[in-house]
């Protein structure tokens, strides 16, 4: 155990964890969603930021990115990626629920059926990337290279730290304001609290889970943008162990609410970084799971209790 | 009365499989008795399979294809964890996404005090002055595969059963990586990534002389596998029938008016588990000790959903369909080695399409069938 090193440098592990969380927070927020609407654990949605981090690979393979270019060009690749990363994890999530969520909804099928397609779907996209792009770890051009942007108390914040935790919180803080303020969100909250009643009062029940699927894709292809500027690498199964740990973070905020997915992802990604330099990284993985356990254990319904239909009751 | 969508597709199968069961329930008790005999003598002959017309079935009728016999044992164990799986799956309605985790407790539990190369063994003979071939013998090690197996299944059990359906998925999944994370970090007794060698068989550690249970000749191990998968068969069968298996049933379609009948869904859930581990330990017991040598990497948790993708393709609650589903899923990929590149895709795909078009499996158990036709119904009176 290496708590010289963890209590020596604790700002630095801190902001390194919220960086990691705030990539966990977004992802979490699509297992959140369609969690409050449908009660059902997305299981491909895992591969539906993977197929995210590929489109941003191609994106900017195919503008030329090498790690070169000037600013503006940065800026550019950089908000081509998130078009392409969004619009990719969009679309994918909107298909996996008209192939296949619809039909089952329309069969009114029990939930462990709809858990086990989406497994099937989750293992049929996976594979099909890694068939096609072989199973090897891709590298992706470094796009920012890692600089200290500023000191606070001693600890140093990178750029790409800041840009992550940054555009994690603006784009949370937009879901918030669109499922709370908007017509749309309304219908949403609806839905979520009771389908019937909402079907009755004219929301098309339809169109707002598609909607919460294609906003749970959106987030996950910006996830998907900030994980491959800061790894800078994907791979077929990339979605695997992110999207477990980004489902324990919406539990750990107590799952179907918006604001527990974010201080759930944060402080999943605390934790984590905290593990690794305790145990040198063997450990990590793990830690994850045992904090799901003991959440499951003294607080089924999570740190901020669950529930997207009463987010603002 | 009018057919439901559901039973337009694929009714091809359904006619004909539901045909042939219908038939079969009708024959009288000797015939059913002699006609199960029969397959029974079958699959003792299977890896002898030389009937012409008939060894196209064989995977060394092809190019490079593995040893029949071999391919047979890996069928066998597949079966023997569809049958763990499916109590737990089919009968209590639980949702195990980490069974790899038990497969692995039971083939490291071999592995770690039968072979005389693990870590653990060597402590041993270090503290009590043994011999260097000293290590626990294989037919003890049974006994200890299922318990340990058995215990890890309750204590994974007690906090997660009390929770909803849908945790406990989520649950299994990470306990299957943490077990195969444990493994990997714990150098100083399971062996850690290089895995643990010389894993004993029947006739001890693997050597020249063992003529039975040798590396070579795979068939005693399937004759092996395959009687204790008839084993298992007949106790199942029996705990099906018994009260157990009428309140697993009660608690999976309804929990509450089960507790309110006085079943209590939590023990029997537990029993479900932990009646599953111990089925999963078994077989993760005989897989290691045919291999001979193991290692963390082999129980990743895409094998998890492999198991639960060969139960409920072939049919959740019922065991001849569980075992069917095991046999395809293990059989097709060796016979046809081009396509096994493709096999977790194909297995996916499989599991979304019959979950799509035929929820009850392939050889469904009736009573499941009849659930999910009520639900639809539910649904229709509903709009």
Redesign the interface.
């Known amino acids: 155990m290496n708590f010289d090193e963890l209590f020596g440098h604790l700002g630095q592990h801190t902001v390194d964890g919220l960086a990691k969380g705030s990539i966990y927070a977004l992802v979490a927020l699509g297992y959140t969603l369609v969690y409050g609407v449908l009660?059902?654990?997305n299981f491909a949605h895992s591969e539906v930021f993977m197929i995210g981090t590929f489109a941003v690979l191609g994106v900017w393979n195919l503008l030329g990115a090498d790690g070169t270019q000037g600013v503006a060009m940065t800026l550019l690749l950089l908000a081509a990626g998130l078009l392409g990363g969004a619009l990719a994890s969009g679309a994918t999530a909107v298909a996996v629920e008209r192939v296949?969520y619809r039909?089952?909804r329309?069969?009114?099928?029990?939930?462990?059926?709809f858990?086990?397609?989406a497994?099937?779907?989750?293992?049929?996209l996976s594979?099909?990337f890694?068939?096609w792009q072989g199973r090897l770890v891709v590298g992706m051009p470094t796009l920012i290279k890692q600089k200290v942007a500023f000191t606070i108390f001693g600890t140093e914040v990178t750029n790409t730290q800041l840009i992550t935790i940054v555009a994690a919180l603006v784009m949370m803080f937009a879901l918030d304001q669109f499922i709370n303020r908007t017509r749309y969100g309304r219908g949403v909250r609806a839905v979520a609290q009771n389908p019937d009643a909402a079907a009755l009062m004219g929301v098309n029940k339809d169109r707002v889970i598609m909607l919460i699927f294609l906003l749970g894709g959106l987030l996950a292809g910006a996830a998907a943008l900030l994980y491959s500027v800061r790894y800078g690498n994907t791979r077929f199964n990339v979605g695997?162990?992110l999207g477990?740990k980004a489902?324990?973070a919406a539990?750990l905020g107590g799952i179907g609410n918006l604001r527990g997915a974010l201080l759930g992802g944060l402080l999943l990604g605390v934790v984590e970084v905290y593990a690794a330099t305790l145990t040198q990284s063997?450990?990590e993985?793990?830690a994850?799971?045992?904090v799901?356990?003991v959440v499951?254990?003294f607080r089924?319904t999570g740190l901020l209790g669950e529930s997207l239909g009463r987010a603002r009751a | 009365m009018t057919e439901t969508?559901?039973e337009g597709r694929l009714s091809g199968v359904s006619n004909f499989f539901a045909g042939v069961g219908n038939r079969w329930r009708g024959l009288p008790k000797w015939q059913r008795g002699i006609g199960f005999l029969a397959f029974v003598a079958f699959l003792y002959y299977l890896p002898l399979l030389g009937v012409p017309g008939l060894t196209w079935l064989r995977t060394d009728s092809i190019e490079g294809g593995n040893n029949w016999a071999g391919v047979l044992f890996t069928c066998a164990v597949y079966v023997l964890i569809a049958l763990g799986l499916n109590v737990v799956?089919g009968l209590a309605?639980l949702?195990d996404?980490g069974y790899v985790g038990f497969f692995a407790i039971g083939a490291y539990a071999v592995a770690i005090f039968g072979s005389t190369q693990s870590p653990v063994v060597k402590s041993l003979q270090d503290k009590f002055d043994l011999a260097p071939e000293w290590a626990i013998t294989w037919a003890i090690c049974i006994p200890i595969a299922i318990a340990l197996a058995m215990i890890s299944g309750v204590i994974l059990g007690w906090?997660?059963l009390r929770?909803?359906?849908?945790?406990l998925?989520?649950?299994t999944?990470?306990?299957g990586?943490?077990i195969r994370?444990?493994i990997r970090?714990s150098t100083n007794w399971s062996g850690g990534p290089a895995g643990i060698a010389s894993i004993p068989g029947p006739q001890g550690a693997p050597s020249a002389d063992n003529h039975i249970f040798g590396l070579i000749d795979a068939k005693p191990w399937y004759w092996l596998a395959l009687s204790i998968v008839l084993l298992v068969v007949f106790l199942v069968r029996r705990l099906e029938n018994s009260r157990v298996g009428r309140s697993w049933l009660a608690v999976r379609e309804d929990e509450d008016a089960a507790a309110v009948m006085g079943v209590n869904p939590f023990k029997f859930k537990m029993w479900a588990f932990a009646i599953g581990a111990a089925l999963g330990g078994l077989s993760g017991f005989l897989f290691a000790s045919r291999q001979g040598f193991i290692e963390p990497n082999q129980f990743n948790?895409?094998l998890s959903?492999l198991f639960?993708?060969m139960v409920?393709v072939g049919g959740s609650g019922n065991m001849a369909g569980a075992a069917l589903g095991a046999v395809l899923l293990a059989y097709l990929p060796e016979r046809f080695r081009d396509f096994s590149?493709?096999r977790?895709?194909v297995?996916?795909?499989?599991?979304?399409l019959v979950?799509?078009l035929r929820?009850q499996g392939l050889l469904p158990s009736k009573r499941r069938a009849r659930?999910?036709k009520d639900?639809?119904e539910?649904?229709a009176v509903g709009a």
């Open positions: 009660k059902l654990i296949a039909r089952l329309q069969l009114n099928a029990p939930p462990l059926i858990l086990i397609t497994i099937g779907i989750s293992m049929v594979e099909t890694g068939i695997f162990l477990l489902f324990t539990v063997n450990w993985d793990v994850a799971f045992v799901l356990v499951l254990l089924p | 969508t559901n799956i309605g949702l996404l906090p997660t929770l909803r359906g849908d945790y998925a989520i649950v999944l990470g306990f990586e943490i994370i444990v970090n948790a895409n959903i639960v993708a409920v590149e493709y977790f895709l297995f996916g795909l499989a599991l979304v979950m799509l929820p659930e999910l639900r639809q539910e649904v």
